[in-house]
């Protein structure tokens, strides 16, 4: 029996990798393009392509080689991750238009697009809700609200085409430390770990495999849609570091700033 096979972009980084390796383990033959070169490059059923999505020719081929069942558009530059603005901006807008142009040519008419909740800069008081109105105020959430645009005009003009865009918040796993590694390192030392007032604000956070079944759902989705990710539970900023505190064994405490 012929295993599925999806196109994953930006599965050479971190979330995109988790799917990755989550695809290749439910059976699918999964290709990756990235910039970056594929760590996992030769496992098999896994086709590694080191390449830019912004090279339309290069998608052409890619899409005419295989029969992509779907996409799963993971590929992203972060702000903080380069300096040249326009290559962020061209990466993260025009590369998404570029992507489902080449699906929509090759007949491939269903794509999973990870998008973000950087879409919104101050906090609401509540969960955010697929009905409150972005208003990013930073390049990297300007462009991910750009690139959700671009795909709903693609959809507008050809409905057959279903896009399911998740707005997922910040994703962690084991491996995946970045900033929180100086949380980390503070708590491993028993320093002082800070929150803003009392420390009663809630910030979520998704762990990598929820997303990844969520991803593996929107397979099985027959239309196209707009949907938040998260926990109906967060708790409050203090109320996480103390629970890391408390399973690190560690002496530090969590301290307020005005």
Not at 77 to 87: G, S
Not at 173 to 181: E, M, P
Not at 182 to 192: N, P, V, Y
Request: proline share 3%; charged share 25%; with cysteine.
């Amino acid at each position: 029996m012929q295993k599925q096979e999806v196109l994953v972009t930006g599965a050479s980084g971190f979330f995109g990798g988790v799917l990755k390796r989550r695809l290749l383990e439910e059976g699918f033959a999964v290709t990756n393009i990235d910039l970056v070169r594929d760590e996992d490059a030769g496992a098999e059923g896994l086709t590694s392509v080191q390449g830019d999505i912004r090279d339309a020719g290069l998608l052409a081929r890619m899409f005419a080689e295989h029969k992509f069942e779907a996409v799963f558009h993971c590929a992203a530059m972060l702000a903080h991750d380069v300096k040249d603005e326009t290559l962020l901006w061209t990466s993260n807008v025009d590369g998404t238009r570029l992507v489902a142009e080449a699906a929509l040519a090759a007949g491939v008419t269903k794509m999973v697009n990870i998008s973000s909740n950087c879409l919104w800069a101050e906090g609401f008081g509540r969960p955010v809700t697929e009905e409150d109105v972005p208003a990013p105020v930073e390049l990297y959430g300007r462009s991910k609200l750009q690139a959700e645009r671009e795909l709903a005009a693609i959809v507008e003009r050809r409905p057959e085409f279903k896009v399911v865009t998740l707005r997922c918040p910040t994703i962690i796993d084991s491996g995946r430390l970045g900033l929180l590694a100086i949380l980390f390192e503070f708590i491993e030392d028993g320093k002082k770990v800070w929150v803003v007032g009392d420390g009663s604000s809630r910030y979520q956070f998704i762990y990598a495999q929820d997303l990844a079944t969520a991803c593996l759902l929107c397979l099985q989705y027959e239309a196209s849609n707009l949907f938040h990710i998260g926990s109906e539970d967060v708790p409050t900023m203090r109320g996480m570091y103390e629970s890391v505190i408390r399973a690190a064994g560690s002496r530090a405490r969590v301290a307020s700033l005005p």
